[in-house]
Structure formats: C-alpha cells, structure tokens
C-alpha cells in the first residue's frame, strides 16, 4: 500500500451475472456480512445488463458500482457499444478500460484505450486503465518494457489520481490460479510507481495502482501487504460476496 492513498477492492464480473446475481450486490451494500469502512473502497462492475439495477441498490451504501468498458466517444453510430455517459447516467461512477481481454477479443490498442480513459474523464468517471505482459513476453524477459510502454500510451497526459486507477494485471496471471512472487509484484508496482512520478510529478505518488490476476481470499493477505499495491482488480473471486469481502477484510485489517 501507498501512505495517504485509499485503497480500492474493485470486482470485475467479466461477462457472468443474471438478475439472481444481484443479490451478491445487495450483500455486499447491506453490510449485513461485514460492513464496509471509509478506509477502503469497494467497487463491482457488473456486466452492462445490471448496471442500473445495481446502482440502485446501492443508493444508501458506499459501494461503488461501474462499468466493464465504454466507447471512446459520447454517442452515434456504434452498434452495440456503450459510452461513458451512459455509464454516468446510471449512476455509475468507474469504468474498466483497456483489459487484456478487451485488447485481445476487440484488438483494443493503447491509443484506443488511452482515448477510452479520457471519454470517461469527460463523463466524470474514474477510469480504471489496465495494463499486463504476456506469459511470452514474460518469458523474454519484457516485462517491464511492455508496463512501460503501456503505462505512458494508454494512460492519458492530463490523468489525475481522480480520474485515473491503473491496474496491473499479468494475462498469464488472469483465471489461471498462479500469481507472481511477491518479490515481482513489488518490483512491478515500484517500477509503475516511479514512472508515474516522472510523468506525474508529486501527483504520481497518488494514483492507485491495483493488483489484479488470481486474487482470493487465500493470496489477499500476502499480495495487499506490498508496497505499492493499493487494492485489488478481482475476477472470479469478486462473483461471491463473501469471497469479495473476505479479500475486502484483509485489506482493512491490513489499515488496522
Ligand atoms: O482479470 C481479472 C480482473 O480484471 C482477474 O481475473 P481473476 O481474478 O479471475 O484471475
């Protein structure tokens, strides 16, 4: 974690949940299995089909809900798509660009994705822009080539901590059940962390930067506890309240 930086426990639904699935949402809201403190923030993306809903049955609870991407532009003739003001207008407030499944499945570039993060800020959300090597630049030892390059196309010139949430997730990482060592996952974090403040300034030591492959309440302890790491991107994990909240706990206990 960051000193003076609100951690975010963010839940990526990816394309699973029906209306029945909302009753994780009202779980979560309620507090009724834990409640949620200020010290922390706690977000779910739902699929689109829900988001409405979901919002509003979050009126009375500090759970954020947003989006799983947006198009870049404010509206018109794009079959399908959703933008960012659609989002704001069902009351979400955060809106995931750039995963590495949007970039593979829709040949997402980062010129797309940074022009995605700067829609949202426009709609006032908070975007939460991904970024992650494959196991194969991985193995050719590219990793933090691959954040670099990423980091500086995909996040836009004028992010701020407000607008902006980076999220690193290794793909190798996502729905496999391994992580990276701790040792890599600090020195991902740190290497985001000093290039941030090169381009940010003082700002740069405020952005969140979220960890996010494979997190569940087994790893939470381990992973939350690195520097740099201000919270979570979960996917599997984040379909159930109470693996949510579990991996939400450890990180409040962590403030503790
Ligand atoms: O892609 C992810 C979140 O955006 C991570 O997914 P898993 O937690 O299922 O590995």
Known sequence: MTPDVRPLVAGNWKM???????????????????PLSNKVEALICPPATLLYVATALCTDSPLAIGAQDCHQ???????GDISAEMIADCFGTYVIVGHSERRTDHAETDHLVRAKAEAAA??????????????????????LDIIKRQLSASVPENATPETTVIAYEPVWAIGTGVTPTVEDVEKAH?????????????????????????????????????????????????????????????YEALLS
């Open 16 to 34: 699973n949940g029906t209306r029945a699935s909302l009753d994780q949402i009202k779980a979560i809201a309620s507090g009724v299995q834990g």
């Open 73 to 79: 532009n404010p509206e018109g003739a794009h079959t």
């Open 122 to 143: 426009a709609a006032d959300l908070t975007a939460i822009v991904c970024i992650g090597e494959t196991a194969a630049e991985r193995q050719a030892g590219q990793t």
């Open 190 to 250: 740190a290497f985001m962390r000093a290039e941030l403040v090169a381009r940010f300034g003082d700002n740069g030591r405020k952005f969140r930067i979220l960890y996010g492959g494979s997190v569940k309440p087994g790893n939470a302890w381990e992973l939350m506890g690195v520097a740099n790491v201000d919270g979570a991107l979960i996917g599997g994990a984040s379909l159930k309240a109470t693996d949510f909240l579990a991996i939400y706990g450890a």
